[in-house]
């Protein structure tokens, strides 16, 4: 049985992965540098036979030379800030993780035959002035402002993945991930439904950006996982950007109200400056993942919320 690699093993999408993984009997190695990561996410894991914590940094060379990493079969490239407030905080090391850590993953790859999936994102669209998005569409990415160092270090990443497939041919798979949430983001993650929960929770005001007319579609992470990891399943996702996300959208104002009423509180809707290059709107098409995976989300949000706040209340 060969190991399977998570970069970013002790983050939000990744350490719920890495457990799913180790469940199934899978041995794993997670390497993360735990800058957004926590190792309490993989607290459980840690003395499991079948997982092999690195700490690390992905995009530098160094953990490529373990001996550890000769028998990956499969590499799940998640290391990366996702929330705004984090990766405007660490731009410089989220353009690296993304764009020199997808190379130092390739390589290893290219090395040892393993297959790739590299979560991009669906900020690659930047403000979207096509709605719903497919694949296909290029998007409208601005370089010259605070998101850039996410949006086009994803897109770089992304460029680095096409090379590989066409020249070295080796098996990669790109998923354009949609917003994702549960239980298990930071309290102090700073995306809207890891604060509105929180604020929500402890009887404080909901603070939306803006009007709140803004919208995103929310999927659940065991959706999200499922999605992934059919991905790396099937050989028609090779080569492939396919999105990965819930197309249920809503308004970022009717989030806030679902928000509210899931908890029974009452708390006050306060209204404050939106963020620069905040896209308008943002939904998936998913017939891509439909045709090729046969996947679709299940859970939908308030379903998701309802679970997501059980927890928190916990
Ligand atoms: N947002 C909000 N209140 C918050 C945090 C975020 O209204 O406390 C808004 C934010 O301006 C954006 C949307 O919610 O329009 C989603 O933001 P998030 O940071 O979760 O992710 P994004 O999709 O922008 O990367």
Redesign the pocket.
């Known amino acids: 049985m060969r190991s399977i690699l998570i970069t970013g093993a002790a983050g939000f999408l990744g350490s719920h992965l890495a457990k799913d993984l180790v469940s199934e009997g899978q041995r794993v190695i997670g390497v993360d540098n735990l800058s957004t990561g926590k190792k309490s996410n993989i607290e459980d894991l840690l003395n499991h036979d079948n997982f092999v914590f690195i700490q690390a940094d992905a995009s530098s060379p160094e953990w490529l030379r373990l001996d550890s990493l000769s028998d990956v079969g499969e590499i799940y490239h998640l290391a990366s800030p996702a929330?705004?407030?984090f990766y405007q905080a660490a731009p410089l090391e989220t353009i690296a993780i993304n764009t020199i850590g997808t190379k130092h993953v390739l390589e290893l790859a290219r090395r040892t035959g393993a297959k790739v999936l590299y979560t991009s994102t669906s900020?690659a669209y930047g403000d979207p002035d096509v709605h719903p998005q497919p694949e296909h569409y290029r998007g409208n990415v601005n370089t010259w402002g605070p998101r850039a160092c996410y949006d086009e270090a994803k897109r770089l990443g992304e460029v680095y993945c096409y090379e590989y497939f066409h020249r070295f041919q080796v098996d990669v798979k790109v998923a354009r991930l949609f917003?994702t949430y549960s239980a298990g983001l930071r309290s102090d993650d700073?995306?809207?439904?890891s604060?509105?929960v929180e604020q929500a929770i402890t009887g404080k005001d909901l603070?939306?950006?803006?009007d709140?007319m803004?919208t995103?579609s929310f999927c659940y992470a065991d959706d999200t996982i499922r999605g992934l990891k059919l991905m790396m399943e099937k050989d028609a996702a090779s080569g492939e950007i396919i999105n990965i996300g819930n197309p249920s959208e809503y308004t970022?104002l009717e989030l806030a109200e679902c928000i509210n009423q899931i908890v029974g509180g009452n708390c006050r809707i306060t209204f404050?400056p939106?963020?620069v290059d905040?896209?308008k709107q943002?939904r998936p098409i998913i017939e891509k993942a439909k045709n090729l995976l046969g996947w679709e989300p299940v859970i939908d949000l308030q379903e998701g919320l309802r679970r997501m706040i059980q927890v928190y209340r916990q």
């Open positions: 929330s705004p407030k900020e917003n700073g995306r809207v439904i604060n509105l603070t939306v950006y803006g709140g803004q995103r970022i404050h939106l963020p905040d896209p943002r």
